[in-house]
């Protein structure tokens, strides 16, 4: 990379290890009150707060090597730049059918922080209606927005953009902390779009949104980042700081690879299976809990390799069925994301970044000096939320056939980001703005599976992307809004020409046909990174679904999982703010539970999901 000669400078990065150890052999006990599983959001949260009561210890086990130092996931525009690959698990999705039977990589954090290391930063809370409908959902009113907004309060840290701007009007102060663990800010370095949006925004078709984070996403305001002084915000950094690793009770062991959980003689999951590197397996042993916080790729996966799943499929793959429960992996569902772009007739985009050498060294040399200036900076400086037109005829019908999929109207059915470049890779010498395109509640349902040549690798990434037709339908109609966004106002004069496939669709607009579109769309769908489901939440005595809403494992004692998998459907625009509040809760009711028998007998262990729900009808 070109950095190499300015590194020196952020070598300040890598303090103290504090309570960080590189093998098993190092690490202080064998056996724990909590073991957690996956050093991501969800883990570090609950690693930091389960250890503020100083008579439990945890061990936290993080597959990747540890963030520190790490300058590519502290400087905030690396996102795009690119952050090195050994930081990710690289994953990649089998054939897309409804893609034109392409495959699609699948970044996840393969680090200690997680994804919260790699992701856009943006600060998507969530809205009123889809807490409400998850509270709904699992008959837990704990889950509803009144109740967790108070933990998103308590997260925050909300802070001064990078610039020190006069934010008056970007946001309401009212739904913000400012004395969590979470750093986050409004943007840090203007944009030339930014004055563009503002002027096309603020009516009664593209409303303003002081802030998303009150409840509704509905319309069009500044985006909120997890970035703090300059600098990315990630779980680790937030939750795994120097201050709370130095707590003797909490250990953090990098580069330990989970591969299953394992029940003692008495049925209870009490045991964690891992592997460093190429060595033999090693067990560590949990007084208390395993808790499973290793994503919703990794836990599913974990769980099958440990025989809870579907008996069928685990007896086909020679694995030893523990628990009989048909809804692990399934129900995988993500946000329908993709990219439109024209080019333009300015060199101020950030491509110039992507594109010329010695302007990349000069924000990089502002950064490392102030954290300041375009590397401060996310990408994303506005976005907005919308519902579809209810008065359109093809609304109408797409309302007739599916109804409302959405959890309500404080919620849109679909997303944009306005980008000051291409996006996602820039041709040498480009100028480009670009508007990212997402669909918020897709219908579309997929699944993570073991590979059956190889159960304990890699795992089969299925999110089925258009098998449900809804979700083209509505892409359609945000793409012909996103066309009609950028047709008026300011933007005719500011945009050249349509590119990567975009002139076909602008010239179809208004027509009916629909080819160009669906082309573009079936070619350009990209990961949408807010992946969930794969354990579902779902009521006690539901005969769906992989956790109790206090997010125990159904059927099993001694094993949660706690992440994002458990989500029944994608809470919001984005995953990683939501599934911090998750875990700021969880980690209460796990407090509190640890006084209080469980719910669930031990004979109920290696009972089927059917009979176990006959008896509890």
Known sequence: MFFKTVICGLLLASASNAAIYDTAASLPLRSYDYVIVG???????????????????????????????????MV???????????????YTTVPQPFLNNRTVDYPRGHVLGGSSALNGMVYDRGTIGEYDKLANITGDAGWSWNNLLPYFIKMESFGPPADNHNTTGEYNPLFHGTSGPLGDSLPGYPQHIDQLVLESIGNDVFPFNEDASGGSTIGFGWQVSTIHNGTRTTAATAYLADQYLERPNLHVLVNAFASRVLPSKSQTIDTVEFHQGLGSDIKVHASREVILSAGTVNSPHILLNSGIGDKDTLASLNIPVLHDLPSVGKNMSDTLLTYISWEVNFNTTLDVLLNNLTAREE???EWNATRTGRMSNGVVNLAGFMNMNESNPEVQQIREKYGFPGPGRTSGDFEYDFIDGLGLESPSNGSYFSMLVAVISPLSRGSISLNHSDPRGPPLFDPAYLSSEYDLLVMRQAMNTAIEFTSLGPWPSYLAAPAFGLGPVIEEYGTGNYTAMDDLVRNGIQNGAHVVGTASMSPYNAKWGVVNPDLTVKGVKGLRVVDASVFPFVPGGGTQIPTYGLAERAADIIKQSSSLPSRITLDSVLVSVEQQDSRMQ
């Open 363 to 365: 924000a990089f040399a």
């Open 76 to 90: 905030p525009f690396y996102f795009w730049l690119g952050i090195p690959q050994r930081y990710n698990w690289n």
């Open 39 to 73: 050093g991501g959001v969800a883990g570090s949260v609950l690693a930091n707060r389960l250890t503020e009561d100083r008579h439990v210890n945890v061990l936290l086990l993080e597959a990747g090597p540890s963030n520190k130092g790490v300058y590519e996931i």
